[in-house]
């Protein structure tokens, strides 16, 4: 599910509409995963794994991350802190699972990313574990450019941003609203530094999974803001994530309609084109073309 990337081929970008987070211990779930069609899936080690049970869960993760097939589904871990017992425990796990990347909870600090890419590098981690790192706290979301610039180093592996608002609700003191109003200027904060060095952002968990319009609804307007994908507790959300993550047929059509002029001989050596009336630009046929290459994408794995 890796799509190409003009910003860094180091860093090639993948299709993240439907990130699904499964906690470790919880085997039920871990054996439903091969039948799901999210995108990615995050097996937790930390916030849903009571601390009495967290070497039980590491051996669980790594043994069924060695045996199961799940297709093209990314695979991501997260762990515990780096301030936590159990993070080189679990750092150490992931290598030898060796999924397609780490996820760090309560980044705050670009040494943090650093910290455990150092790690990698030592244990001569293979250079396709890559480093994701949520963004839940005041502290992070102030320091989101620094943290995202660390990732387009000669070494960098950090490629995604997934936002924690039940975290950054508590240490801010903004009460939960359907709405989001009050939230979304840290959210655009965070998003706009993940652009500026080319690293995906994933949306935050809608907690009522049972209120599947209200997450429909926060999907088309994170959609809308322009993040990559959300995260997900349920599988029940997994539909409305890919639908409203992924492009629309206007979308697709109008993608198709902007390549073909583009292509069209006589229109060769311009950067600006009139159709139908509007004044399109190379850079659109650019993203008309990516857009495209993503519902190709989308379409071949559906037999996941």
């Known amino acids: 599910?890796?799509?190409?990337?003009?910003?860094?081929?180091?860093?090639?970008?993948?299709?993240?509409?439907?990130?699904?987070?499964v906690p470790a211990v919880n085997e039920r779930a871990l054996a439903k995963?091969?039948?799901?069609?999210?995108?990615?899936?995050?097996?937790?080690?930390e916030d849903s794994v009571a601390p009495d049970v967290k070497a039980e869960a590491r051996r669980k993760l790594?043994?069924?991350?060695r045996e199961a097939d799940l297709g093209k589904r990314e695979r991501i871990v997260r762990v515990n802190g780096s301030d936590s017992m159990h993070y080189r425990e679990d750092v150490a796990m992931v290598i030898a699972a060796a999924p397609e990347a780490v996820l760090l909870p309560k980044v705050e600090d670009p040494t943090e990313v650093?910290?455990?890419?150092?790690?990698?590098?030592?244990?001569?981690?293979?250079?396709?574990?890559?480093?994701?790192?949520?963004?839940?706290?005041?502290?992070?979301?102030?320091?989101?450019?620094?943290?995202?610039?660390?990732?387009?180093?000669?070494?960098g592996r950090l490629d995604a941003f997934v936002i924690g608002l039940n975290d950054l609700r508590k240490a801010t003191r903004i009460p939960p609203d359907p709405t989001r109003r009050y939230v979304v200027p840290y959210l655009m904060q965070v998003l706009l530094a993940a652009r500026a060095y080319g690293l995906d952002v994933i949306d935050s968990v809608s907690n009522d999974f049972s209120d599947?319009?209200?997450?429909?609804?926060?999907?088309?307007?994170?959609?809308?803001?322009?993040?990559?994908?959300?995260?997900?507790?349920?599988?029940?959300?997994?539909?409305?994530?890919?639908?409203?993550?992924?492009?629309?047929?206007?979308?697709?059509?109008?993608?198709?309609?902007?390549v073909e002029a583009f292509s069209d001989p006589a229109h060769a050596g311009l950067n600006v084109i009139n159709i139908d009336g509007r004044?399109?630009?190379r850079l659109h046929a650019d993203q008309a073309a990516r857009l495209l290459e993503r519902l190709a994408v989308i379409q071949s794995r559906k037999d996941i």
């Not at 959609?223 to 539909?239: R, S, T, V, Y």
């Open 279 to 281: 004044m399109i630009e």
């Open 114 to 155: 650093q910290g455990v890419v150092d790690v990698l590098s030592e244990s001569d981690a293979a250079e396709s574990l890559r480093v994701w790192a949520m963004i839940e706290t005041p502290r992070g979301v102030l320091n989101a450019a620094a943290i995202a610039s660390s990732g387009r180093t000669s070494a």
């Open 1 to 21: 599910m890796i799509l190409s990337s003009s910003l860094d081929l180091n860093h090639p970008s993948r299709l993240r509409r439907s990130v699904l987070t």
């Open 62 to 65: 790594l043994e069924f991350l």
């Open 212 to 258: 599947l319009a209200a997450f429909e609804a926060e999907c088309a307007e994170g959609a809308a803001m322009g993040f990559d994908g959300k995260m997900l507790i349920h599988p029940a959300q997994i539909a409305g994530a890919n639908q409203h993550f992924g492009p629309s047929a206007e979308a697709v059509a109008e993608a198709r309609l902007v």
């Open 33 to 45: 995963i091969a039948s799901l069609d999210c995108d990615a899936i995050i097996f937790d080690l």
